[in-house]
């Protein structure tokens, strides 16, 4: 199982930006996937972006020119840049493809 711990969430103001982080019990380029969901209040979990061990990354059309998601050896990271209220919601790190689920860090966006 991979333990991961997200951090960075926070009260932001419409256009302002956030960066997100997950730390990995592995280094991340061992991991066949790691990426970000978000659950805005009363919604389900939705994906926001995925980068898979080769490098490449895909990434949900609504944050598409403004979120960007990175890593390092042990850590992945979500930029988060022109931020809406819409963006507001708990930003849960996963890796495997699912398996592994982080506890979530808030981030919430004013108008």
């Known amino acids: 199982q991979v333990q991961l711990a997200e951090s960075g969430g926070g009260l932001v103001q419409a256009g302002g930006s956030l960066r997100l982080s997950c730390a990995a019990s592995e280094t991340t380029v061992s991991i066949s996937a790691m990426g970000w969901y978000r659950r805005a209040p009363g919604k389900q979990r939705d994906f926001v972006a995925r980068?898979?061990?080769?490098?490449s990354t895909v990434y949900a059309d609504s944050v598409k020119g403004r979120f960007t998601i990175s890593r390092d050896k042990n850590t992945v990271y979500l930029q988060m840049n022109g931020l809406t209220p819409e963006d507001t919601g708990v930003y849960y790190c996963t890796a495997r493809w699912g398996t592994d689920w982080g506890q979530g860090t808030q981030v919430t966006v004013s108008s």
């Open positions: 980068i898979i061990s080769g490098g």
